[in-house]
């Protein structure tokens, strides 16, 4: 089956702690982001990234780090910097804008990170 | 500010009853629109999208929107929901063709037997 895998389902991070989420998709997708998702403030975007080795701040991005060294991972850091890190992690994957199909952003089922 | 505004936190409707979710949009250009919904604890699932064309789409479980310029809504309906239609419902809208999605702060549904 095609789709999106995150993991852990579930994180905790100790005071000080870098942690990361994992995404793999094996959609073929060049485009993945990262949004996190508080109650009642829908989802923002951290980063973002078109193409491997290569990636974009999203509207929160301080306080996180993402790599792109593969075309099907997306991992995302969240550093000590972070000082709210608490909230549901997603990461989502799309076709590039101009290749004539339609836009479409596809999430995994999503990572709950809560600080110990 | 540009935004998208989904004026409902929180709806109660009947089995059986209709339900009609409200999404509104502060841009100066049409955006490409979608709806998503998400069971708890779960990732999004597209439910439809308007890129262009028809004002009213049609999409999965019954669900579809109609795309009104006029008023910049984009609201989102089924004639009779089902108690697995509880759940939390996201408008989003693509502005520039960017591929970066703007997400309303949700609205979220429960079903009463």
């Known amino acids: 089956d095609g789709g999106i895998t995150q993991s852990p389902k579930y994180l905790f991070r100790k005071e000080g702690q870098n942690v990361t989420l994992s995404c793999e998709q094996n959609l073929n997708h060049d485009a993945m982001y990262w949004y996190r998702q508080d109650p009642g403030q829908g989802l923002r975007l951290i980063y973002y990234?078109?193409?491997?080795?290569?990636?974009q701040k999203g509207d929160i991005a301080e306080g996180y780090s993402v790599s792109r060294e593969k075309k099907e991972s997306f991992p995302l850091t969240v550093t000590s910097a972070q000082k709210n890190p608490t909230a549901f992690y997603l990461c989502a994957s799309s076709i590039l804008p101009g290749q004539g199909l339609e836009n479409i952003q596809y999430f995994g089922a999503g990572t709950r990170l809560s600080v110990l | 500010a540009q935004s998208v505004t989904q004026p409902d936190i929180h709806i109660t409707v009947s089995e059986g009853a209709s339900l009609e979710l409200r999404c509104n949009y502060s841009y100066g250009a049409t955006p490409y629109l979608f709806w998503y919904v998400q069971s708890p604890g779960q990732g999004l699932q597209l439910l439809l999208k308007?890129?262009?064309?028809?004002?009213l789409v049609q999409g999965i479980k019954g669900f579809e929107a109609e795309f009104k310029r006029s008023q910049s809504s984009f609201n989102l309906r089924k004639p009779s929901v089902h108690w697995s239609d509880a759940a939390e419902y996201f408008c989003?809208?693509?502005?520039?063709?960017?591929?970066?999605?703007?997400f309303g702060a949700g609205t979220t549904v429960t079903v009463r037997a």
């Open positions: 990234s078109q193409i491997v080795n290569d990636f």
């Open positions: 308007y890129f262009s064309g028809d004002t």
């Open positions: 989003a809208v693509d502005v520039r063709n960017d591929y970066k999605l703007s």
